[in-house]
């Protein structure tokens, strides 16, 4: 739903609105104080409960017709001046939502303050407070976003609730700094300046498009999808229950037969599934051959049914049969992240045929995961499921998937809109992209996939080239790393001598191709680990000492499908081999460094010069001024990059200090 954040520099009344004017601001203005509470609102309480919460929050903030009289507002709260029609806006109503919104900004803030304990209700009387919207046997959540948006809730998750809601009234509310945090004092937040200038920083260097990610579907709770609550913990209760009902009956029989001495009848009776419906293969979902050049929603949901046996309702029902009950003998898979439930609704069927001696059926349950089904078409094997996440899959990420992996070699089906289809070897970068075969249903020969252990003397990509009927007709990089899907490759370039942020690309070119073969090794360490996409990030070149010598800094990004991100970063010194493999100098987790909503970093390492001396080295991206050492040595050099004598062993702590102010400490 639109955001339209007007532009308040008015002074609203410091008086209290009348109900029928709180309530008008409430109705009109719903979705937006929603929104905001949303995002104040602490992460940990999860997204369905954030949800409900963040309805329950501006619900009740409407006072009560006896209640006691709140507290006067600040004397300068901004008021509105437009609303959802654009029109001026009476210094009433303006004063009235003004109110509001900080009644709903208070009590998103003081979730934070309380103990997970804390019935969270807002000060209120009982006998005029709301319950809370209580949601059964279902999940909400907002719909997902892009990578962009994901970044940015990490991002958000990580600073405190001030820090969110001085985010938001600055890009929602379009509030300048003194605005925000004269809000954020009326509100009760403990650093109204720290946050704002926490907030400020966390917009990088792009506002408007940090605002336009804020106003996407991934921060809406008003616009929701549902999915099943713990359906097996469900399932076990509803037993446990049904066992307790069924001892009753027959403790009940049994007195009933003492008492009676008539024979108690037999207990029967059936069972249906409630995923019963989303399980039959006749109301499997199929899209249309030429859907995908006709819809500006490119990923899995524009995939035809392809395969000889789409028609086969046997295999269907089997392969059905399996996702939703699991039946004994069955191995089930599921990358990280991926719940390993029957389907809500009727999935979408995207393949059903035979490969490499199996029998592979694909279903793609629609926008969240997709699974695989394979059955061997002779032997004894048992019947394998696998499930992954792929929801937000796009031009890239939704392009190919995995039909059948045998020894070291693969099979891929590919997206209706792949025009060609090449591979090629990173280690390799002179060497060009050979033709790979694809047959009628989309199937692809079967190619290397990169050795799982040991050497790593070779790492196989596919390349290929989306269609000119959806005006992207650009090449980009796959790779096999375990999971369903491939993960795509990029590259971003080191910052322009003049110029700002460099975009991620992709990693068809050159200087990317060159970056890769260093460091398409250390892929290895994130397989089977549910990675959607992985970014190789030059931020900086450092002469070293004594020789002069141009060394660079990667920092490989790997951005997984539920969110989190893992970075690594590399150090390339000189090397006389187009692929010698650079350095691993940092490893960390659930971190948003290295992405559009982290793009400050800092790395250093211990390097031996030809001379035999050690030395420490640390490199920043373009926003560092400063590079600080301490501990067994104290050193510091203006610029983004510090070279100074150490023992091997000296313990050194780095530090950098920002352009725009604030400090960064070494990825760990």
């Given amino acids: 739903m639109p955001i339209h954040p007007p532009r ?38 999860g997204r369905h409960r954030r949800v409900l919460a963040a309805h329950a929050v501006v619900q009740r903030a409407l006072p009560g017709v006896r209640s006691a009289p709140e507290a006067p507002a600040l004397s300068r709260i901004p008021a509105q001046t437009r609303g959802a029609a654009h029109r001026p806006a009476p ?8 109110w509001m919104r900080l009644r709903v900004l208070r009590a998103a803030l003081a979730h934070e303050r309380r103990p997970r304990w804390w019935p969270g209700q807002l000060p209120v009387p009982a006998a005029l407070r709301p319950s809370l919207p209580a949601v059964w046997g279902l999940r909400l959540c907002p719909r997902a976003g892009g990578a962009g948006e994901l970044a940015l809730d990490q991002a958000l998750s990580a600073v405190p609730g001030a820090v969110r809601a001085a985010f938001a009234l600055r890009l929602l509310e379009d509030l300048d700094a003194p605005e925000a945090q004269s809000l954020l004092t009326g509100a009760g937040a403990s650093d109204p300046a720290g946050a704002v200038r926490a907030a400020m920083r966390l917009e990088g260097a792009d506002r408007a498009e940090a605002g336009e990610l804020l106003r996407s579907g991934e921060f809406d709770p008003c616009v929701l999808q549902t999915r099943p ?3 097996l913990r469900r399932r076990h209760r509803m037993r446990a229950v049904a066992a307790v009902a069924a001892l009753c009956v027959v403790a009940g029989g049994l007195v ?40 500006s929603r490119i990923d899995f949901t524009a995939w035809p049914a392809r395969g000889e046996r789409t028609d086969d309702r ?53 926008g969240v995961r997709v699974v695989r089904y394979a059955e061997p078409r002779a032997g004894s094997g048992a019947p394998a499921v696998d499930l992954a996440r792929t929801d937000g899959a796009d031009v890239t990420t939704g392009a ?45 020969a079967a190619v290397p996939r990169p050795s799982p252990g040991g050497r790593c003397d070779s790492w196989p990509v596919l390349q290929l080239r989306s269609s000119e009927r959806i005006v992207e007709n650009h090449a980009f990089l796959l790779t096999d790393l375990g999971d369903l899907a491939p993960v795509h490759l990029t590259f971003t ?39 959607r996409a992985v970014n190789n990030w030059n931020f900086a070149e450092q002469r070293l000492p004594e020789s002069g010598t141009p060394a660079q800094w990667l920092c490989t990004r790997a951005d997984t499908w539920q969110g989190p991100g893992r970075v690594l970063i590399q150090f390339l010194p000189p090397s006389s081999s187009p692929t010698g493999p650079g350095t691993v100098v940092g490893d960390e987790r659930d971190t948003a460094q290295c992405s559009r909503f982290g793009q400050h970093v800092l790395a250093g390492t211990r390097w031996r010069a030809p001379s035999g001396d050690w030395y420490v080295l640390a490199a920043g991206s373009r926003a560092v001024s400063r590079i600080e050492a301490t501990g067994a040595v104290r050193d510091s050099a203006a610029g983004r990059t510090l070279a100074v004598r150490a023992p091997r062993d000296a313990p050194v702590e780095l530090t950098a200090r920002l352009r725009e102010g604030g400090s960064l400490t070494a990825v760990r």
Wanted: aromatic content about 4%.
């Fill in 400 to 444: 190919a998937l995995v039909v059948s992996r045998d020894g070291d070699r693969a099979r891929f089906l590919m997206a209706p809109w792949i025009s060609r289809t090449t591979t090629r070897d990173l280690l390799a970068p002179d060497s060009p992209a050979r033709t790979l075969e694809v047959n009628a249903d989309g199937v692809t």
């Fill in 256 to 295: 009933a037969l003492t008492e009676q001495g008539t024979p108690a009848p037999a207990p029967g009776g059936g069972e249906r599934s409630a995923f019963a419906p989303a399980l039959d293969p006749a109301k499997l979902l199929r899209t249309a051959a030429d859907e995908w050049a006709d819809t």
């Fill in 229 to 231: 609550s713990d359906l």
């Fill in 8 to 45: 308040q520099r008015s002074t609203g009344s410091s008086e209290r609105p009348g109900v029928q004017q709180a309530e008008s601001a409430l109705v009109e203005h719903y979705p937006r104080l929603v929104r905001l509470a949303y995002l104040v609102l602490p992460p940990s309480l």
């Fill in 314 to 366: 046997a295999l269907l029902s089997r392969a059905l049969r399996a996702w939703g009950r699991a039946p004994g003998g069955t191995a089930v898979s599921a990358t990280p992240g991926t719940l390993a439930v029957p389907p809500a609704q009727p999935p979408q069927l995207l393949y059903a045929g035979e490969v490499d001696g199996a029998t592979v059926v694909l279903f793609h349950d629609r």
């Fill in 91 to 98: 210094d009433s109503a303006k004063s009235a939502y003004a």
């Fill in 493 to 531: 370039p080191g910052p322009a001598v003049r110029g700002g942020a460099r975009q991620p690309r992709e990693a068809t070119s050159t200087p990317a191709l060159l970056a890769w073969a260093r460091t398409a090794c250390s892929l290895t360490a994130l397989r089977g680990s549910g990675v």
